[in-house]
């Protein structure tokens, strides 16, 4: 079966810090991968996608995400953090071709301004 | 607005009482998903439609969670007999039809079981 492990449940950085939020998933064959944003009072939208293509995917907001297929990853970067940036982050994937998506348990971040 | 559509916002109501809840999709999106989220908790996948194929149903918890999708429009989940456990928001999501298309989210119902 498929799952979706994010390592860290709470980040609290100060502005400027760089962000990278580990994701790793467990499915053998192709997958589509997704960042999403739940800004606070907000509903969940998505940030990022992979399903073929260049490994290194460019969202919204200056966030960046890429995909190691050996290492079945999709960490999920930004250089540097605004106080806007604060919000919790889902990193999902389902079987290409399939709709049966499958979400990490989220990390809740918090910038400091 | 032109985006997914959830009600009630809130449900309160006591344990063994049956509860429904509606998504209204965005217009033309034939896949509909439907998630539960407790407390400090991720999403959890319940079940999906997608166009006129057999939904897939593999995340419903028990036989007293059902839902029901007329064509690729409103789509219902019903909980029978409630319990605490249900307790948590239960997020409706649609999309159009590639499976690597993104999915737009409604605001959910707060479900909470006395």
């Known amino acids: 079966a498929q799952s979706v492990s994010q390592h860290n449940h709470h980040v609290i950085l100060s502005e400027a810090a760089s962000l990278e939020l580990g994701c790793n998933y467990s499915?053998?064959?192709?997958?589509?991968l997704f960042w999403y944003v739940q800004y606070p009072g907000q509903h969940l939208q998505l940030l990022l996608k992979y399903f073929s293509g260049d490994p290194l995917v460019k969202g919204i907001k200056g966030f960046e995400a890429e995909f190691i297929k050996s290492k079945f990853s999709f960490n999920l970067r930004k250089p540097s953090v605004q106080w806007s940036d604060t919000a919790e982050y889902f990193c999902a994937v389902n079987a290409s071709g399939g709709f049966k998506t499958i979400f990490g348990a989220g990390t809740r971040l918090f910038v400091k301004a | 607005g032109a985006g997914v559509s959830q009600s009630p916002s809130n449900k309160v109501t006591e344990k063994g009482k049956d509860v429904e809840l509606r998504c209204d999709p965005i217009?033309?999106?034939?896949?509909l998903y439907w998630y539960r989220q407790r407390l400090g908790q991720g999403l959890e996948f319940l079940i999906y439609?997608?166009?006129?194929?057999?939904?897939?149903k593999s995340g419903l918890p028990s036989d007293r969670f059902s839902a029901e999708r007329t064509g690729e429009s409103v789509s219902t989940l019903t909980i029978q007999r409630t319990q605490q456990e249900d307790s948590a928001v239960y997020l409706c999501a649609s999309s159009i039809q590639d499976s690597n298309q993104p999915q737009h989210f409604g605001d959910g119902t707060r479900l909470s079981i006395l």
């Open positions: 439609f997608q166009g006129n194929s057999a939904p897939d």
């Open positions: 499915y053998g064959g192709t997958v589509n």
């Open positions: 217009s033309g999106h034939t896949a």
